[in-house]
Each structure stands twice: as structure tokens, then as C-alpha cells.
């Protein structure tokens, strides 16, 4: 989060809601090491990444839903993903996410 | 809980070495610890077993400064997969101290703090080494490098870079046999073919061995053709890049295997 610190500052200081996205897990060949990360406020505005661009659409979106229901999820990303995401890594690798509000 | 986060985004700032560690997957999820090097703590991750055991892995990610997932059962048992902990490390930048206040100087300055180096640059000429000349250092010290090693060399590891660009004998062969006491991950010189055949003779006659020239890269800087002192600092920094995960930096076209890979 050394990246988006001043991003998460600036937001907290504006009484904004905000939500984390953090990689917490690569398997084979992923963009980003564990530790990168993404936020998102509550006006959908952006800070930080955590793919080579592949993925944060999707993380937006999943930010967005975890400031509304308080929620705290893992969300993983990979190239044999065949669920619910129809989004994955070029790279060929699998991403493991852990998202959660910034209340803490 | 309110308060974690203030208290992680202090220490972030002041390059205070600290660590956080979340429950991922598993009963709490979301519950945090942050943890200090000299191992105290504040936040919880449930209860007094678990936050003992995962603050002594945290000084240990810590001090490596790595940051992963780690597997325990609720009472933080070993070898359980009860709960997924998320420890991440905020180790202090890397830092590089730069010998001799040339114009390849501030353009090494410029690309190091891009990739994140707390940058030191030391000459012993007053009128060179002043912070107007290299804006983008985080340091200017007026001294000889070797008494700046002599400080500071002790706080350098594998992390660390020095990089020698003065060019002169007088100053960076005793900057040189100072670099090669302390642990630092990255020694080179600048210099000619010649500058560079001449320095290692003087390094050997003051009691250099072989090895010890061999942990030098001289002439400093991978072989791209740079020419201004831009392109020279990226050749600097992509050759501390290469040597820190032990590739010989061919083209990505000329070379086979995953782009990204581990380690």
C-alpha cells in the first residue's frame, strides 16, 4: 500500500468510503508481487494496480460492491478461470485477491 | 480498530520497518495485526496464541523484508490450513549511495528514487556536492567516501547499492576497499577500459584479492549503447536489476520463457 498511501490519506481526510484490493498470492507467472495494491473510493475514482491492466475493471467493480455491503472477500484471477469472472491474466498466471473496506 | 492504519501509514512514512498481517480466508477474516521490529504489536488477529506465533513469523518476513501468505490452524498451529494470514512487510527503501558529484550523478539520482532508493550522494569537493546541483538526492554529504563507508557502510545489505563515479584514483580507490567491507548488493565504478584496468591494479596493491574485484562491476553499467548521462543511469539501474535476480539482461525477444517469472 506504500504507493497508494498518500491516494488513501487524501480519501480518508475527505470522509470518503474506500475499499482495498491487495495482492495476496501469485501462482506461475503474475505481473504484480504479493503486497501490490489497488484502492477505490466510493465515487469509483482509482489508486494503484494490482495486474498489468488485465484485471482492475473487474477489481473496480468488486471494490465498489465490498464499500456497499461492508463485505470483506478473496477473489482470484487466473487464465483457466472458468467461473464467474470473465476476466483473466494474458500472462498465464493466477492471482489471488483479498478485498475489504478501509476501516481499520 | 480505528487506529491501524494511522499507525501503519506513520511508520510508511517516517521509513519505520513494520509489518501487517490480515486474516484472509478463515474465522476473523479481516482481523489485523501491525507489528513492529523489535516485535511489539497493536490489533489482534482473535486471540493471545495466534498473535504470538504470527508476530514471531512477522519479524522474520520483516527482517527479509518479504511479504506472503502463511497457513496456521485457529490457535495458530503449524502445519493447519484453518486460517490464510496475509503478512505483508514494510521494509525501509533500498538505498544508494553514489561517490562523486558529476553530471552522471543527478541523472543516477533521477532514475534511483524512480524505483523507489533512498539516494546519498557523497564527494569530498564542497563546491560540487550541494543539493542545488542534485535536487532529487535525499542526502548531499561533503566528505571523503570512504569516511562516509566508515559511518554508514554498516547499515548497508544486499539490498543496497554503491555506485562509484568519480573516476579518480584518489578517491574511488579507497571508496572501493571501503565498499568491499560491508554487505553491500551492489559495488560498481565508472570508468574507461583503461581507468578500470588501472583501478583494479591499485586494488590489488592494497590488498584486494581477485574475489574481491570480481564483486565489482567495472566499467559499471550493463552494455546498451548509453551514451548521455540519462541512458548511462539506466544502464546503472538495469544492471543492479539484473545482477539482484541473477539474469544476464539479454533482449526479451532474444531470450525464451515466461516474462514474469517467480523469485
Known amino acids: 500500500m506504500r504507493e497508494i498511501l498518500k491516494d488513501l490519506e487524501r480519501w480518508r481526510s475527505q470522509g470518503k468510503q474506500i475499499a482495498v484490493a491487495r495482492v495476496v498470492d501469485v501462482e506461475g507467472s503474475g505481473p504484480r508481487l504479493p503486497g501490490a495494491a489497488m484502492a477505490v473510493n466510493e465515487d469509483g475514482d482509482v489508486a494503484g494496480s494490482v495486474s498489468g491492466g488485465c484485471v482492475e475493471g473487474a477489481v473496480v467493480a468488486e471494490a465498489l460492491q465490498c464499500i456497499e455491503d461492508r463485505?470483506?472477500?478473496?477473489?482470484?484471477?487466473?487464465?483457466?478461470?472458468?467461473?464467474?469472472?470473465?476476466?483473466?491474466?494474458?500472462?498465464?498466471?493466477?492471482?489471488?485477491?483479498?478485498?475489504?473496506?478501509l476501516d481499520w | 480498530m480505528a487506529d491501524l492504519f494511522d499507525v501503519l501509514s506513520t511508520a510508511i512514512k517516517n521509513e519505520e520497518p513494520i509489518a501487517l498481517a490480515t486474516i484472509v480466508r478463515g474465522e476473523g477474516s479481516g482481523a489485523k495485526l501491525v507489528v513492529l521490529a523489535n516485535g511489539s504489536s497493536q490489533g489482534t488477529l482473535g486471540n493471545e496464541s495466534l498473535d504470538r506465533v504470527v508476530i514471531r513469523d512477522t519479524i522474520g518476513e520483516l527482517a527479509a523484508g518479504t511479504s506472503g501468505l502463511r497457513h496456521y490452524g485457529r490457535n495458530g498451529e503449524a502445519r493447519q490450513d484453518e486460517l490464510d494470514i496475509f503478512i505483508e512487510s514494510y521494509a525501509p527503501p533500498p538505498q544508494m549511495l553514489i561517490f562523486g558529484a558529476v553530471d552522471f550523478t543527478a541523472s543516477l539520482c533521477r532514475v534511483a528514487k524512480v524505483l523507489g532508493y533512498r539516494v546519498t550522494v557523497c564527494d569530498a569537493r564542497p563546491v560540487f556536492a550541494t543539493h542545488q546541483r542534485f535536487p532529487a538526492a535525499d542526502e548531499v554529504v561533503v566528505d571523503w567516501p570512504h569516511r562516509l563507508l566508515d559511518k554508514v557502510g554498516a547499515g548497508l545489505g544486499p539490498r543496497d547499492a554503491v555506485c562509484v563515479l568519480t573516476h579518480d584514483p584518489k578517491f574511488d580507490v579507497p571508496a572501493v576497499l571501503a565498499a568491499l567491507k560491508t554487505k553491500v548488493g551492489y559495488l560498481g565504478a565508472m570508468g574507461s577500459r583503461r581507468t578500470t584496468i588501472d583501478r583494479n591494479q591499485r586494488l590489488l596493491d592494497e590488498g584486494a584479492s581477485q574475489e574481491d574485484l570480481d564483486r565489482m562491476m567495472a566499467p559499471i553499467g550493463l552494455d546498451l549503447g548509453a551514451r548521455t548521462p540519462e541512458e548511462t543511469a539506466i544502464s546503472i539501474c538495469a544492471e543492479i536489476i539484473a545482477l539482484r535476480s541473477g539474469r544476464v539482461a539479454p533482449s526479451l525477444r532474444d531470450a525464451d520463457g515466461d516474462i514474469h517469472r517467480p523469485g
Not at chain 1, 483473466?88 to 483479498?98: D, E, P, Q, R
Open chain 1, 71 to 101: 463485505s470483506r472477500k478473496m477473489v482470484t484471477f487466473g487464465y483457466s478461470d472458468d467461473d464467474a469472472f470473465a476476466v483473466g491474466l494474458t500472462c498465464g498466471g493466477t492471482i489471488h485477491l483479498f478485498l475489504e473496506p
